[in-house]
């Protein structure tokens, strides 16, 4: 991650200076001088008092860091890539924040050993800021109900509510987005073109499972450009759902020397995703 992290927040500073769907001079200029400071808690105050006008609200997230490298354990064997970070911008200033705008500064810190303002939010352990219930239809219950599945142990430990010292689910792997733009519900269903070249950094491809629950946002292409695979996949049938089990849960797999890839729908119970289908999955990812 170390070689990921250089010149990542000069990177964002001129992204924002780029984006010329950025026309509120008065909002890039005060963001650029948000981000020219590298201290957690100053820029924790500058945060509070960063008031915006009636007129640049819409802009807002147009200020996403688009170099969000992601949460939990660099070092994990497991990958997740999901859509885009769900919850709204405006309504969860802190989380817009803490899980997109600081992310690269947070592993800087951490690369650096420089963790005495990382409170109150670790990228290593979003369970600490985020400490209540998961519940097991949601996105987090999904993948954690896949990593008790992949290592042998019961997944209602990483789906209570989360005290100080506990092991959770981000212990074994990692978590990003196709999309930087964070929001509530899924609008866009296509890949934003900046994550899909940050995505073919060389620490994406350390990974030895990906599991990318975000289709249709990518294409076969671009997949297999991604992660630098040089066959078609595989269509796999991992379970059904529907009242009447009617309607085919389907994965697409491929394989590198080094990588296996699984592109499926949204992991979420909302998708329909069953148990059956869950533990097809990890065998597949598993055993391939």
Not at 212 to 241: C, M, T, W
């Amino acid at each position: 991650m170390e070689s990921l992290l250089n010149n990542l927040e000069e990177k964002y500073i001129n992204y924002i200076k780029r984006n010329e769907k950025l026309t509120n001079k008065s909002l890039k200029e005060t963001f650029i001088h948000f981000l020219k400071e590298k201290n957690l808690d100053k820029r924790m105050e500058l945060w509070n008092n960063f008031s915006v006008n009636i007129n640049s609200i819409k802009q807002i997230p147009r200020l996403a860091n688009p170099y969000f490298i992601g949460f939990g354990n660099p070092q994990a064997d497991v990958l997740f890539i999901g859509k885009e970070k769900a919850f709204n911008i405006h309504s969860s200033p802190l989380s817009f924040l803490h899980e997109s705008v600081n992310n690269t500064l947070q592993w800087k810190k951490l690369i650096e050993n420089d963790t005495a303002t990382l409170s109150p939010f670790d990228p290593k352990n979003p369970r600490s800021y985020h400490a209540g219930k998961i519940k097991a239809v949601h996105t987090w219950g999904k993948y954690a109900q896949i990593i008790a599945e992949m290592k042998g142990i019961k997944t209602k430990p990483f789906l209570k509510a989360y005290e100080i010292g506990d092991k959770t689910f981000f212990d074994h792997c990692f978590l990003t987005e196709i999309n930087h733009i964070p929001s509530r519900y899924s609008k866009g269903k296509k890949a934003s073109p900046v994550r899909v070249e940050f995505l073919k950094s060389p620490f994406y491809k350390r990974f030895k499972h990906v599991i990318i629950g975000a289709r249709p946002y990518l294409s076969h292409e671009q997949i297999k450009e991604i992660f630098q695979v040089n066959k078609d996949p595989k269509k796999i049938i991992l379970g059904y759902k529907g009242k009447k089990k009617d309607k085919p849960i389907v994965a697409h797999l491929f394989k590198t020397k080094t990588q296996t890839i699984i592109y499926c729908g949204q992991l979420s119970g909302a998708a329909g995703w069953t148990n059956e289908a869950i533990e097809n999955l990890v065998t597949t990812i598993t055993s391939t």
